[in-house]
T-cell receptor, first 115, second 111 residues
């Protein structure tokens, strides 16, 4: 049973470009969460999605960031017009359903570097 | 969600038990205690959770005091691979799903 997959593992973007981070949840999991970890800081919640629905986006920056989890395919975290402050590790987690929400299984992360 | 307090760092000799404490004095009756850990540069890993009874799984044991104001995560035979930051998180077992990570305890297992 494959775990949570994220790609790319490392992504380098120049300021002003767009970054797209992908997350494939564990098989059978329909809930996806995105977290960000800035250098030398703790993990911060960004957004919680179910298939085709955003459930909680209270941790998402108001501009340039968006997330989706379509009916088919991986969840995408999109960052438009990246700035140096977006450089961080972005982790995706999945869970099977609301009853087990706090047992989240994390992927290896995508390390975004903005130059 | 109740606030937690953990020591900043701890050391443990390999092969010995690692006991990581967590204070959660404002915990309410329907809040669970969850433990996660993050090994350097990896995604966090779920370890164990409990409500009021002690819990044990293949990774660790969780001891919750009778008044539920504190708990201890026990790694019975720590190895070098257990070196990580350990997070104690208290959560209402309801519809909210996000995890709020504090600063955790940095456990260093040494030879």
């Amino acid at each position: 049973n494959a775990g949570v997959m994220q790609n790319p593992r490392h992504l380098v973007r120049r300021r002003g470009q767009e970054a797209r981070l992908r997350c494939s949840p564990m098989k059978g999991h329909s809930h996806v969460y995105w977290y960000r970890q800035l250098p030398e800081e703790g993990l911060k919640f960004m957004v919680y999605l179910q298939k085709e629905n955003i459930i909680d986006e209270s941790g998402m920056p108001k501009e340039r960031f968006s997330a989706e989890f379509p009916k088919e395919g991986p969840s995408i975290l999109r960052i438009q017009q990246v700035v140096r402050g977006d450089s961080a590790a972005y982790f995706c987690a999945s869970s099977p359903g609301e009853q087990y929400s706090y047992e989240q299984y994390f992927g290896p992360g995508t390390r975004l570097t903005v130059t | 969600d109740a606030k937690t307090t953990q020591p900043t760092s701890m050391d443990c000799a390999e092969g010995r038990a690692a006991n990581l404490p967590c204070n959660h004095s404002t915990i309410s009756g329907n809040e669970y205690v969850y433990w996660y850990r993050q090994i350097h540069s990896q995604g966090p890993q779920y370890i164990i959770h409990g409500l009021k009874n002690n819990e044990t799984n293949e990774m660790a044991s969780l001891i919750i005091t009778e008044d539920r104001k504190s708990s201890t995560l026990i790694l019975p035979h720590a190895t070098l691979r257990d070196t990580a930051v350990y997070y104690c998180i208290v959560l209402y077992y309801g519809t909210a799903s996000k995890l709020t990570f504090g600063t955790g305890t940095r456990l260093q297992v040494t030879l």
